[in-house]
């Protein structure tokens, strides 16, 4: 059982006390470190996740063996992609790794559906999720069509920095390339620019945003 006062520090007034004393009683506590993956790709979803601190990246592969970056989770987020699985009781479709350290909640599938008619704070927690990702998925797409890769680079530097609480990105150029699903010299050839232009400054395996 979780310590239930763990919970409200995360979760109230987001949720009805009786919902937090579920949450307690079924949920599953799990900690997770950096690059851990937590989710593979064609894995039968039992649990959905709450995230209690840390960050967390969703990926999907691509049609050529890539992978593209959807969107990260962090402090009080669900994946939305998981829960649609855990609904239609379909195996994953989605990569889900730790970007840093953390701990997360893990509930039962079978209490999504009875959850959803019980609790109006659920309903809205998981409908606001869905609305969040999509939301991120939509500026993940319209980063991939209207911006240049230079641009794609920049956002994606913002973003790794902003969910790391850092104005410090440590990746090498080869996991840069393989988030934005490019190759190793496009993203060595940008960050010289970017660096030229004063937008970051490059040290070993790790950038820092100006």
């Known amino acids: ?17 009786e919902l937090l004393q579920e949450i307690a009683e079924i949920g599953l506590l799990k900690a997770f470190t950096e690059n851990e993956i ?3 790709l064609d894995q039968l979803i039992t649990h959905t996740p709450l995230l209690l601190h840390g960050a967390v990246k969703i990926m999907r592969d691509d049609d050529n063996d890539g992978e593209l970056l959807l969107y990260y989770l962090e402090k009080g987020d669900t994946c ?8 239609g009781t379909k195996n994953s479709n989605i990569r889900a790794t730790a970007e840093t350290n953390g701990e997360m909640v893990l509930i039962p599938v079978q209490k999504m559906d009875e959850w959803l008619a019980k609790y109006a704070s659920w309903r809205a927690f998981v409908f606001t999720s869905y609305q969040d990702r999509l939301d991120e998925m939509m500026r993940s797409i319209d980063n991939l069509a209207f911006n240049d890769s230079k641009g794609r680079l920049k956002n994606y530097l913002i973003e790794v920095a902003s969910v790391n609480k850092s104005h410090t990105v440590h990746k090498t150029h080869a996991e840069i390339a393989y988030e934005l699903n490019t190759s190793r010299v496009v993203v060595s050839r940008l960050l010289k620019v970017l660096e030229n232009e004063k937008f970051i400054e490059q040290q070993r395996n790790s950038i820092t945003l100006i």
Do not use: N, V
């Open 80 to 87: 939305a992609m998981t829960m649609t699985c855990c609904l």
């Open 38 to 40: 937590l989710i593979e």
């Open 1 to 17: 059982m979780i310590d239930k006062s763990l919970l409200t520090t995360y979760f109230s007034p987001m949720f009805e006390d």
